[in-house]
């Protein structure tokens, strides 16, 4: 479809223009020159009798000037500016034209699509009205697949009027719904293509119930020594999410499962849980995490929880010696490790399991279907494919989650650890930056750890990785009797370890960190946590950085250094973190300030890949959508294939149930 339209249908009088339209405009040419003051520029001043326009060119050819003559008629579309005596329009679209009733203007909307080098706007336009004329001479079809009593009301067209409508819309389109996606023919498309992606993802789900997977039961005694030898009492909803995962797992067929729970209400553990049901099967179990250091985090906890029952945890990483990596691998191939911890590496190619049977997806609040599916398949072998069980700290709404989920089980930790206190937290303006250093000092005075984030200041890793170099020097200078480390995405993976276990130990008493910190990473001890630039950054991230202390007992506190004069949304985004720790109000609120598209990036990072809908903005349609799904089910089944192929191609693997 077209990114958006100009509307070339109605001819402006030069009188009437004004500054910032753009617009259709006809007039003579009175005066062309070529002039030579700063910027050489070709000048051309056409008029209509109720007024006057500047047409002006910095690139022009000899031949372009010598033809521009004076009593020439030119039809223009461009956008007007203000200029020194008249309106300008700089490098307008421009042709000459002999006679204007032999010109008529464009009676639809023109079309603007999104264009890639070697495929420009003539062409595409082109090729889409080619289409649009094989459908209106019957040579083609676009049968309409929705149930007939869905969307009814008479604005909403029928398929090939919407897909007519929007490549042509008539000249009194209402522009401004068409540009905010809104338009009945936009979603008509939308909601179809909605329900082809729910249908397609129950499509899924049905077929993961008839694939195989082995039955993980019988892991209790394992898992109960396990239990005995932690510090703590599963809370309730852990011990309950624990059991629906449980319940899962000794079913035959693969388990999709997805968990939310808040920062810091202990999922690693409900994880450990289920690799344990794995491991007691004898079968393998994969945990992936979205960065190095949290990856290496899982390693360690894995290894010291796990390796006193006996059982091998391999680290396998990008960042790994090849003679290490070779061992790994071995030990994946041939089964001696029986839990692997790693990032995307864990899916690569020349990785072979020996025997996986369950893979563990931590902080993957993009992890799309695509994602999913390509593991379900990477994870094939005899005929049985892994359950995966993913892990998300990121609550959505439910029925976004229905729809960008539907083909997973949902679980729900609702409960933080007891003991909990509520991470206080104050905003403070950068100016007063020296008494923040002075409440840290005093904290840390009193055995307190912290950490000092600095977060994207300018899109570029190497800047983040320098401002945080440089404040962890300035800090080092404020506070010489602390121990400060430093920690990058650019330091090499043994010196972030070395980093990390230092802090751990509490040999580290504050650590300078960018935002590689910001999913995962958990350091009880750590109580007080210092974000920069706090006003730059989404309500989401703030939560899950700000979710690294509070984890202990002991009282904690947030300090959000911002540098003013704050924009409304970010007062907005610092006053939430302020009255609240709750992950689901956070999230609300944050749906509310970012508004459509942004809270999931559907669009960009293709939760669900979608071309046309929205689920944020659609989120409306998202009902109708699932009724239209059951009725298709129940009444129209012959009618799921084709629908499904429209929208999502003939990726065999979406067919294939
Ligand atoms: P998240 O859900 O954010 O991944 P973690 O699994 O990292 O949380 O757990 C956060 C902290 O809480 C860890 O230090 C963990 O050991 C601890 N923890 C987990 N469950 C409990 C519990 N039931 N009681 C007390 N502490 C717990
Ligand atoms: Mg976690």
Same mark, same amino acid.
Request: net charge neutral; with cysteine; hydrophobic share 45%.
């Given at each position: ?13 030069? &009188? ?36 006057? +326009?500047?047409?002006?060119?910095? $690139? ?56 890639? #080098?070697? +495929? ?45 409508? %929007? ?30 992606? $729910? ?20 892991? =209790? ?8 030898? %932690? ?23 693969? /388990? ?24 007691? $099967? ?5 945990? /992936? ?8 985090? $899982?390693?360690?906890?894995?290894? =010291? ?52 049977? %369950? ?23 005899? &005929?049985?494919?892994?359950?995966? !069980? ?56 009193? &055995? ?14 190497? %800047? ?18 602390? =121990? ?81 004069? !704050? ?11 302020? #009255? ?51 009725? /298709? ?14 929208? +999502?191609?003939?990726? &065999? ?5």
């Amino acid at each position: 479809l077209p990114s958006r339209y100009e509307d070339r249908t109605r001819m402006v009088p030069l &009188g009437s223009l004004r500054a910032g339209d753009t617009a259709v405009v006809e007039g003579t040419i009175e005066l062309a020159e070529t002039v030579y003051r700063g910027r050489r520029s070709l000048l051309v001043r056409i008029g209509d009798g109720s007024g006057w +326009l500047t047409l002006r060119f910095f $690139h022009f050819s000899a031949a372009q000037a010598q033809a521009l003559k004076r009593g020439l008629r030119l039809r223009c579309y461009g956008e007007a500016r203000a200029g020194a005596a008249t309106l300008e329009m700089i490098h307008p679209e421009y042709r000459v034209v002999a006679d204007t009733a032999a010109a008529p203007t464009d009676d639809t909307l023109t079309p603007v699509y999104p264009a890639t #080098e070697g +495929l420009g706007q003539r062409k595409l336009r082109n090729l889409a009205g080619q289409a649009l004329d094989l459908l209106a001479g019957k040579r083609v079809a676009l049968p309409d697949w929705l149930p007939p009593d869905t969307l009814t009301g008479a604005e909403y067209p029928q398929l090939a009027d919407a897909v007519r409508y %929007l490549h042509e819309p008539p000249a009194e389109a209402d522009r401004e719904r068409l540009a905010a996606g809104t338009h009945p023919a936009q979603r008509r498309l939308a909601f179809e293509e909605l329900l082809a992606q $729910h249908l397609s993802l129950r499509q899924l789900r049905l077929a993961s119930d008839r694939h195989r997977a082995w039955p993980l039961a019988g892991g =209790r005694p394992l898992q109960q020594r396990f239990l005995a030898a %932690l510090p703590f009492e599963l809370t309730a909803a852990q011990q309950r999410v624990a059991d629906e995962i449980g319940r899962d797992l000794a079913a035959p067929h693969p /388990m999709m499962r997805l968990v939310q729970g808040d920062v810091g209400s202990g999922k690693t553990v409900v994880a450990a849980l289920a690799v344990l049901a794995a491991v007691a $099967h004898g079968a393998q179990a994969a945990v /992936m995490a979205p960065t190095e250091l949290l990856a290496e985090q $899982h390693f360690h906890n894995f290894d =010291r929880w796990l390796a006193p029952l006996g059982i091998n945890v391999t680290w396998l990483s990008g960042a790994l010696t090849a003679a290490a990596r070779r061992d790994a691998l071995a030990a994946v191939a041939d089964g001696d490790a029986a839990v692997i911890v790693g990032t995307h590496a864990l899916f690569q190619a020349e990785v072979e399991f020996a025997r996986l049977a %369950l893979i563990v997806i931590d902080e993957q609040h993009r992890f799309g279907v695509h994602q999913r599916l390509a593991l379900r398949e990477k994870g094939e072998r005899d &005929g049985r494919h892994p359950h995966q !069980l993913i892990m998300t700290a990121t609550p959505i709404p439910r029925t976004l989650a229905q729809t960008a989920y539907a083909d997973l089980d949902t679980s729900v930790i609702d409960e933080l650890p007891p003991g909990r206190v509520p991470v206080a937290t104050v905003a403070m303006a950068e100016s007063r930056r020296d008494q923040v250093v002075e409440n840290l000092a005093r904290a840390l005075a009193e &055995g307190r750890q912290a950490y000092w984030v600095c977060p994207l200041i300018e899109e570029s890793d190497v %800047l983040q990785c320098q401002a945080a170099e440089d404040t962890a020097a300035r800090l080092t200078e404020a506070l010489p009797e602390w =121990r400060i480390g430093l920690l990058h995405g650019r330091m090499k993976t043994a010196e972030r370890d070395a980093v990390m276990s230092a802090f751990k130990r509490g040999d580290v008493h504050l650590l300078v960190a960018t935002t590689v910190i910001e999913v995962g990473v958990d350091v009880p001890n750590a109580s007080l946590m210092i974000i920069e630039n706090a006003e730059r950054l989404g309500l989401a991230q703030l939560h899950q950085l700000r979710g690294r202390v509070g984890r202990g007992s002991a009282e904690s506190s947030c300090v959000l250094l911002y540098r003013g004069p !704050l924009s409304k949304t970010a007062r907005a985004r610092l006053t939430a973190m302020r #009255e609240t720790t709750d992950g689901f109000e956070i999230a609300r609120r944050d749906l509310a300030l970012r508004g459509p598209g942004e809270m999931l990036g559907t669009r960009q990072t293709g939760l669900l890949q979608l071309k046309i809908a929205d689920i944020v903005r659609d989120e409306a349609l998202l009902p109708w959508v699932q009724r239209a799904a059951e009725t /298709m089910i129940s009444h129209y089944p012959e009618r799921i294939a084709p629908l499904i192929r429209r929208w +999502l191609g003939d990726a &065999g693997r979406y067919g294939r149930v």
